[in-house]
């Protein structure tokens, strides 16, 4: 690809994204230039936005996505030329259960921790699902051995590990509750502020101390400028989803929606 192409594909993405894109970019060459068949990590949604988006611009060229379940919020896509045919059994993807040894109940940061712990990158790790009897992970098949054979404990939890159909997988159903805030921007520190009902001085130092991430991707710019669609994850406080914009106010303010994850 020309770096004139390039630069104008990048200019339709936040700087920040920029790296991924040009991942995508290249994932993609492989395939067009090259015939390859490309297996990506577990996409998060935006990056799955941002790579179904340029593997549009193609027109031979494929593309398939599986999580586990329809609606997992991560997922792997497999990217092919039009004449190379996609198995359902292509996806190599693998579902374990972690279960307390003392029935303790296992929470998503803490069995997260505990395989990012284990030296595992994030993006083997698919959907964590806890429920009373443990937690369901979705993991990349090759991690499955290693993480069956060292993972011994979350948290102060000593924990056994084993492989489960994907019948069997318990999903947890997200909730979310909706409302509106004004805001006079559209800086992620007054989104955070307004949205979390908190001071815009404790969200700015949260915000510096590495505790925020916008659409996965850890942000510790109070300035940072949020756009709709945006997904807000704040450490200690949940997450919540930038839906639109309602109006605007008399004064100018801006009326915006959001779908907190409950």
Same mark, same amino acid.
């Given at each position: 690809m020309s770096k004139r192409r390039k630069s104008f594909l990048l200019m339709h993405f936040r700087q920040d994204e920029h790296a991924f894109v040009e991942r995508a970019l290249d994932w993609i060459d492989r395939v067009v230039n090259r015939s390859q068949v490309v297996t990506t990590f577990f996409l998060n949604p935006r990056e799955r936005y941002i790579l179904e988006t340029l593997v549009r611009r193609e027109s031979d060229v494929q593309w398939q996505t599986e999580g586990g379940y329809p609606s997992a919020e991560r997922q792997r896509m497999i990217i092919s030329p039009n004449f190379v045919s996609i198995p359902s059994d292509w996806f190599t993807r693998s579902i *374990? &259960? *972690?279960? /307390? %040894? &003392?029935? !303790?109940v296992l929470n998503h940061s803490n069995v997260l921790g505990a395989l990012l712990g284990l030296g595992i990158k994030r993006e083997f790790i698919g959907d964590l699902h806890p429920h009373p009897q443990g937690c369901d992970c979705i993991v990349a098949f090759e991690m499955v =051995?290693?993480?069956?054979?060292?993972?011994?404990?979350? !948290? %102060?939890? =000593?924990i056994s590990v084993k492989v489960i159909d994907l019948n069997e997988l318990q999903v947890a159903k997200a909730q979310y509750k909706t409302r509106s805030v004004v805001v006079s921007s559209m800086r992620l520190d007054v989104l *955070?502020?307004? !949205?979390?009902? *908190? /001071? &815009?001085s404790k969200a700015a130092m949260l915000i510096k101390n590495g505790k925020c991430k916008v659409n996965w991707q850890l942000v510790d710019s109070p300035s940072y400028m949020t756009e709709v669609g945006d997904m807000i994850s704040l450490r200690g406080f949940g997450r919540v989803y930038l839906k639109g914009v309602e109006g605007c106010t008399k004064k100018g303010k801006s009326i915006l929606i959001l779908d907190y994850l409950i």
């Open positions: *374990i &259960r *972690i279960v /307390s %040894k &003392r029935k !303790g =051995d290693y993480i069956c054979t060292q993972l011994h404990q979350v !948290g %102060k939890n =000593d *955070i502020a307004e !949205g979390h009902a *908190i /001071s &815009r």
